[in-house]
């Protein structure tokens, strides 16, 4: 490895220490070593320490058509020769709207916002308004963005706990639930709950699987309370399928959060709904937001709603994880290590029986040079069969290094 690319790397990170808290912007972020990205192209991207890796983090999962697509950079240079920020109403924000609504039935009308946290906000004021109720319910280990409301979740005994820094008056008006249907029933039974807002893929993008059953008893019984039933499909949105996972499911929810694969790799989010709902924001909800609906994110936005929206690109993805999967599974098998791989669409999951080794995992692929988003992969349109026989390879090795690191750990 050409040493002065090495000393790049140690000496961004020494900066980083200094600058920013932990030296990342972000907890998922915080590798040790950390790693620097000099530039990406389709399904790889080139560390300034001059490492070339195989990426499944996929810009957290926003990249279904890869780095740097053609289309998408195409249309953002040709936003950027026109103008970043108006500080007005575009044709772009109009175009983006329409081909989301085309997508998804039950989002009819979109209000943008800068990321999918703010969109979570968003839906669940307007829930509130429309409902004259202050209680939120979310389900246990689900991820619904950073914001005091969704910041909490319950232990082992199932009392609740928020994260440091939101107040326990605030966490009262968050009820966290198991997602089982009686449970659910009850949460909103005594109509005092604004909003139930859950994943409809399951916990952490399909990690631990939500069965249909559970979603259909939630949409019956927000219905028959007049609580607001919320998707977050910040990742799963256009990603699963062109209308998401509420068109596999087959369930329609009230309000819908939208991030991600919607603006192609740059910053947005969305809240879709009715004209009722979402009319709150026309007299009642005041919403600002410099960046909403900018015009770069909404050019980029187009351009990969235009390609992702016939659903071969969802197609190509999922088969490629399908092939990873039963790679992966291969490698489990022949080692005799213990875990298991599946997948929801193009979202590939794995875990290690042993969890001092599932600890090490991503850590020793990334060594190795294929980078995960913990141990998960987003598997892309782009991604190719060399792509797929090489991180095979490396899941094989990295797995025997991930028990061997943690059964040295065990032993001192």
């Keep these: 490895?050409?040493?002065?690319?090495?000393?790049?790397?140690?000496?961004?990170?020494?900066?980083?220490?200094?600058?920013?808290?932990?030296?990342?912007?972000?907890?998922?972020?915080?590798?040790?070593?950390?790693?620097?990205?000099?530039r990406a192209q389709g399904s790889r991207k080139w560390l300034v320490d001059g490492r070339e890796m195989v990426d499944y983090t996929m810009g957290h999962g926003a990249l279904l058509l890869g780095h740097a697509h053609p289309a998408v950079v195409g249309a953002v240079r040709e936003q950027l020769r026109r103008g970043t920020h108006y500080g007005a109403a575009s044709p772009q924000e109009v175009e983006w709207a329409e081909r989301i609504a085309a997508l998804v039935p039950s989002a009819r009308q979109l209000r943008f916002?800068?990321?999918?946290?703010?969109?979570?906000?968003?839906?669940l004021r307007l829930a509130?308004?429309?409902?004259?109720?202050?209680?939120?319910?979310?389900?246990?280990?689900?991820?619904?963005?950073?914001?005091?409301?969704?910041?909490v979740d319950i232990d082992e005994d199932g009392l609740p706990h928020p994260v440091p820094g939101v107040p326990d008056e605030v966490a009262a008006l968050t009820t966290v639930v198991v997602p089982e249907p009686d449970v659910i029933r009850a949460a909103v039974a005594d109509r005092s709950a604004a909003a139930l807002i859950l994943?409809?893929?399951?916990?952490?993008?399909?990690?631990?699987?939500?069965?249909?059953?559970?979603?259909?008893?939630?949409?019956?019984?927000?219905?028959?309370?007049?609580?607001v039933l919320i998707f977050d499909e910040v990742v799963s949105g256009f990603r699963v399928a062109p209308?998401?996972?509420?068109?596999?499911?087959?369930?329609?929810?009230?309000?819908?959060?939208?991030?991600?694969?919607?603006?192609?790799?740059?910053?947005?989010?969305a809240?879709?709904?009715?004209?009722?709902?979402?009319?709150?924001?026309?007299?009642?909800?005041?919403?600002?937001?410099?960046?909403?609906?900018?015009?770069?994110?909404?050019?980029?936005?187009?351009?990969?709603?235009?390609?992702?929206?016939?659903?071969?690109?969802?197609?190509?993805?999922?088969?490629?994880?399908?092939?990873?999967?039963?790679?992966?599974?291969?490698?489990?098998?022949?080692?005799?290590?213990?875990?298991?791989a599946w997948s929801l669409a193009s979202i590939v999951h794995v875990e290690l029986d042993d969890q001092a080794a599932q600890s090490h995992l991503a850590d020793e692929m990334r060594a190795r040079g294929v980078d995960l988003l913990h141990t998960s992969a987003f598997c892309s349109a782009v991604h190719t069969p060399a792509d797929l026989e090489f991180t095979i390879d490396v899941f094989d090795a990295s797995i025997r290094a991930a028990e061997a690191s943690a059964s040295a750990a065990g032993v001192s």
């Design 243 to 269: 209308g998401g996972m509420q068109s596999l499911l087959e369930v329609a929810p009230d309000l819908t959060l939208f991030g991600k694969v919607m603006a192609g790799g740059l910053p947005a989010g």
């Design 113 to 123: 916002t800068a990321s999918g946290t703010e969109a979570a906000m968003l839906a």
């Design 128 to 151: 509130r308004v429309a409902t004259r109720r202050s209680r939120i319910v979310k389900l246990a280990d689900h991820f619904n963005g950073w914001s005091d409301a969704v910041s």
């Design 1 to 38: 490895m050409n040493q002065a690319r090495t000393d790049a790397a140690t000496d961004l990170a020494e900066r980083a220490a200094r600058v920013l808290p932990g030296g990342s912007t972000h907890m998922a972020r915080a590798y040790r070593p950390a790693i620097y990205v000099a």
């Design 199 to 227: 994943e409809p893929t399951g916990a952490h993008y399909g990690r631990t699987p939500l069965d249909r059953a559970v979603v259909q008893a939630a949409r019956e019984a927000t219905a028959q309370t007049g609580t």
């Design 271 to 340: 809240v879709g709904g009715s004209p009722e709902l979402m009319g709150a924001l026309v007299s009642r909800v005041a919403h600002p937001g410099t960046f909403n609906a900018n015009p770069l994110s909404a050019s980029a936005g187009i351009a990969t709603l235009d390609i992702v929206g016939t659903g071969e690109a969802q197609r190509v993805a999922a088969a490629y994880a399908e092939q990873l999967v039963a790679g992966w599974g291969r490698s489990l098998e022949a080692s005799g290590i213990s875990g298991r």
